[in-house]
């Protein structure tokens, strides 16, 4: 199945928020969040600080990535959101995204990389996957989320 990534369009919003729903790691809250980030971005793509893109095949979305730079800072970027429909994990669509996302980072003078994620058992192959493109968890902040679960910052140096 080829897949094809490009620029989110108006349109493509009921199938990212779908994977979002069904994705059993992310909370009623995230997805709200998730949601409201797609509406800055959908408002005003140029002025809302967001890059997001969508995975398709067929003409169904399979997964999308939103980053940013990180406001004050210079080359500082970060992925907010990396998402893939659940019966399509496992087959590069993650990877697909992030790469093109480092890709256009680098292209915009960024040097350096920030995921922020959770500790919960939900997040780890976000978690392996992270490593396997050469990440680096730098930081842990104890019971961020909740008690229980930590705040990982991993990071990746362009």
Known sequence: MPIRIRAMKSPDKSGI????????????EEVNVAEEVIDAYLTDIAGSGYHIYIA???DQILGYICYGPTPM?????DFYW???ASRHRGKGIGSTLIKLA??????AGGHMILIETSSNPHYTAARNLYSSLGYDAISTIPEFYSPGDD???FRKIL
Do not use: C, H, L, Y
Request: charge should be negative; aromatic fraction near 6%; proline fraction near 3%.
């Open 82 to 84: 990396v998402a893939t």
């Open 17 to 28: 928020m779908e994977i979002m729903k069904n994705t059993e790691a992310f909370t009623p």
């Open 56 to 58: 398709e095949s067929e």
């Open 151 to 153: 705040k990982i910052t």
């Open 73 to 77: 800072t210079q080359g500082t970027w």
């Open 102 to 107: 480092e890709q256009k980072i680098r292209e």
